[in-house]
């Protein structure tokens, strides 16, 4: 079936132009079953049921043209659903995967999360030059999240000062292979983005996608 014959027409001052269509809608479709039937041969048998095939393909199209159409209206409702939850966040703490943390008035908690079986597990805290100031060994923790708490003193028994703070940790079996660890740390979220669809939190300067976010608290 030839599509090339369906065209739209636009009225200019100067006449009438035709512009090539660029999508086959439900009047495209019934422009070309008009265009079969006056150019078939009416001395050849027609078959019936070629036309009953033909007609039902097309009212199957404009169910399908009229589902995306809905199912776009659908898509862009829940987007903006979510986007105002998640401005919700603002102003809330969140626990988020990452090696660097806050110390604030002599506290700051660490979370740990081991993955698939329990460890032995060790912090080392950094300042932000870098420097080993503290080494906090947690002994053995089963598999999950643990939060650990440090109240700023480093090894040799001085009150570090406020500020930011990195931590690695290991995290070792019975037998002393390595197992799986992630850091993550308490912060307040500042603003929430929105980029290509995808909600970011920005937190301390630093942004995180959702995928990040391990605890929320009120």
Known sequence: METGLVNNTSSTPTGT????????????FLMLLVAQLKNQDPTSAQDPNQMVQQMTSYSQLEQMQNSNTLLKGIQLQNQGLFQAQAASLVGKQVRVTQPSFNLKSGAATVGVDLEAQAASVTLYIK?????LVATLD???QSSGTHLFNW???????????????T???????????????????????????????A??????????????VNEIKS
Do not use: C, H, R, W
């Open 199 to 212: 909600v970011v939190l920005m937190v301390g300067g630093q942004s995180f996608t959702l995928d990040k």
């Open 167 to 197: 931590v690695e940790v290991t995290a070792k079996d019975a037998d002393g292979k390595d197992i799986k660890a992630t850091t993550s740390s308490y912060a307040i979220v500042d603003s929430v983005a929105f980029a290509n669809g």
């Open 138 to 140: 947690q002994g053995a």
């Open 151 to 165: 109240n700023g003193i480093d090894a040799q028994g001085n009150a570090l000062a406020d500020g930011t703070y």
């Open 17 to 28: 132009t035709k512009t090539p269509s660029q999508e086959l809608d439900k009047n495209a």
């Open 127 to 131: 300042d932000a030059s870098g420097k």
